[in-house]
């Protein structure tokens, strides 16, 4: 399992070992901006990135992209860090980070600046934007793109010297202000920043820009084949111009771009995702409801779900939107035979059976995991006084309704059919308590063949432990939260938690943070952090019904 599916991109790297371009060498890099946690785009990245050097027997290096300080922070390098690992990738002792480059970085400024490659140019922001012209008229040149090399390497020293205020002047690339791709047209290479920065601290005041750090990253760490995402297409030129007139680093890496992913019913980039956490939207970066891994984590999700989800949604050089469903139908299809299958109530209703004796209780067999009988049973406590979910009982049920009724039967799984004979209710008319009749003869694995249409779960009301249960839903009701004007943070689903009270079964009780159940007719459940010993908190991660449309 190289958990990415062959693609276009494998194509080029069979052609490179086919000609011997890079020997058999094939050498990738994951690498994220330190900015704000990772999420499930992230992992279509990761997935390729690591799972293509696994094909090819090669490596993946894990590159912190810390060139713009204002921004970054240790907290967000630790959480990317713990993400990759629990995905289950491994950089091994390849762990880099770009500004340790900062004093190379600067060198081949330098050398850029003595080959006529780069200037000095301390036009205005705006000026520039003015000068670069735009997709249907060229730029106009500079009037400082023709200092002399002295003079740059001067201005560019004390550029790094600080002795120049924050945006007074920028190293620029000198290639064509005429190019019909504006990139080309003397793009930025540095500029002046006073900002304190999470490694290098206030030692720099002038910083790289992404197109030129980038690509010399890449070629400094061997790397041969730089994936990422579509909106680079057209920097390709810049990366290439980067390493071709420097010279060194033949045979240089080659870019390769390839679709984001985005998914239905939410936002996919960390800068909305900061957003929903800095307004007070969700609890945090990993609230369950988010598709940041540790959300997903933290909801339930496996790294094998998503790993799954990975492979099956490919790699193509179009843009497109995944249905959320088939992230579902991954955590379902992995859950399935490993989780086992157990009894929670959500909505409890009393239920007492006046025949069956006060003092009386039973143990009662099942199974854990129909699917997989290594998962083995279990035994369930049974008594006079129980738990039903109130949803399995209607006083005047629709036609074809089978489950409990008045006067009506159903099979209580693992036990016994039951009958009602009576219904309680409190003064405001509610119903409290339903009294039941049960059926001695027809206890289940005994061989009675007596059949009724409905079998509920439930839970003994003496031995069921209270449980907090977390119902989640999409964070946006929209399958686009971003279609028309409307802000995408008003658009949040108001009902998107819903927090029970319920009963578990007893072996739910003891379940430890990071459990994985399957809680029958209702789903997946997680044993979410917040649990604490005889006090289980229950994240849904998925019901049981699949959309996802094969
Ligand atoms: P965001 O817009 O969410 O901040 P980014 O591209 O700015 O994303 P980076 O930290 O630079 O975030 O991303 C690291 C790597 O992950 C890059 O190679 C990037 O192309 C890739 N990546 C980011 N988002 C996605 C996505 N939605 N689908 C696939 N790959 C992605
Ligand atoms: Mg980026
Ligand atoms: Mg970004």
């Known amino acids: 399992e190289h958990h990415v599916g062959s693609n276009f991109i494998h194509d080029i790297i069979d052609k490179d070992n086919a000609s011997g371009k890079y020997g058999q060498r094939v050498h990738t890099r994951f690498p994220p901006e330190p900015n704000g946690y990772l999420h499930i785009g992230h992992a279509k990245s990761i997935c390729l990135n690591f799972g293509t050097a696994l094909k090819y027997g090669g490596k993946c290096n894990l590159r912190f992209d810390d060139t713009n300080p204002s921004k970054e922070e240790t907290e ?16 091994e002792d390849r762990l880099f980070y770009a500004s340790d480059y900062f004093g190379k970085l600067y060198d081949y400024a330098v050398q850029l600046i003595k080959a006529g490659h780069a200037y000095v140019c301390d036009l ?32 560019f020293a004390r550029m790094k010297n600080g002795e120049f ?11 064509d202000m005429a190019s019909p791709n504006l990139n080309l047209r003397d793009p930025v290479l540095y500029r002046i920043m006073r900002a304190h920065h999470h490694r290098t601290g206030d030692e720099w005041c002038i910083y790289p820009m992404y197109d030129y750090a980038h690509p010399l990253s890449d070629a400094y760490e061997g790397v041969t084949h730089s994936i990422c995402t579509l909106e680079f297409e057209a920097h390709r030129p810049l990366y290439d111009w980067c390493l071709d007139v420097l010279g060194a680093f033949q045979p240089r890496p080659v870019q390769i771009e390839f679709a984001r992913l985005n998914v239905t019913y939410t936002v996919m980039s960390k800068r909305k995702l900061r957003a929903l956490v800095e307004n007070g939207r969700v609890a945090g970066w990993d609230d369950p409801r988010m598709p940041t891994i540790s959300g997903l984590r933290r909801r339930g999700y496996t790294p094998e779900a998503i790993r799954d989800f990975c492979g099956r949604i490919g790699v193509a050089k179009a843009d497109s939107v995944v249905d959320y469903a088939l992230l579902e139908h991954c955590v379902r299809e992995d859950l399935s035979p490993k989780a086992p299958r157990l009894m929670a109530v959500l909505r409890p209703l009393k239920v007492v059976l006046t025949n069956y004796p006060e003092d009386k209780t039973e143990d009662l067999p ?4 129909p699917e ?3 998962l083995g049973a279990r035994v369930m406590p049974f008594g006079r006084v129980l738990y039903i979910e109130r949803d399995d009982f209607m006083e005047n049920p629709p036609p074809k309704y089978f489950r409990l009724t008045p006067g009506g039967e159903v ?16 003064a405001a008319g509610d119903i409290v308590e339903l009294r039941c009749t049960y059926d001695p003869e027809t206890k289940s694995g005994s061989g009675s063949t007596r059949k009724v249409k409905g079998t509920v779960h439930w839970v003994s009301a003496a031995c069921a432990v209270p449980a907090e249960v977390r119902l989640y839903d999409h964070l946006f009701p929209l399958e686009d939260p971003e279609a028309g004007d ?4 008003s658009r949040v689903n108001p009902d998107s938690l819903i927090t029970l009270a319920a009963f578990v079964e ?3 009780g003891a379940a430890n943070s990071g459990d994985r159940f399957q809680f029958i007719r209702h789903g997946y459940f997680h044993a979410d952090p917040d649990s604490a010993p005889g006090k289980p908190v229950f994240n849904r991660i998925v019901g049981l019904k699949d959309s996802w449309a094969k």
């Not at 000026?127 to 002295?150: D, F, I």
């Not at 099979?411 to 409190?426: H, M, P, S």
């Open 372 to 374: 997989n009988e290594a």
């Open 124 to 155: 205005s922001a705006d000026e520039m934007r003015q000068y670069r012209g735009t997709l249907t008229e060229p730029g106009k040149e500079s009037p400082y793109r023709n200092r002399p090399v002295a003079e740059n390497l001067d201005l």
């Open 76 to 91: 967000y390098v630790e959480s990317i860090q713990d993400d990759v690992r629990w995905l289950g990738f491994d950089w």
């Open 366 to 369: 099942a199974e854990n995991n």
């Open 165 to 175: 205020p924050d945006g007074s002047r920028v190293l620029r690339a000198k290639i």
């Open 411 to 426: 099979r209580l799984k693992n036990a016994y059919i039951i009958k009602c004979e009576e219904v309680v209710k409190d």
């Open 486 to 489: 409307e802000d995408f943070l």
């Open 506 to 508: 007893p072996a739910l």
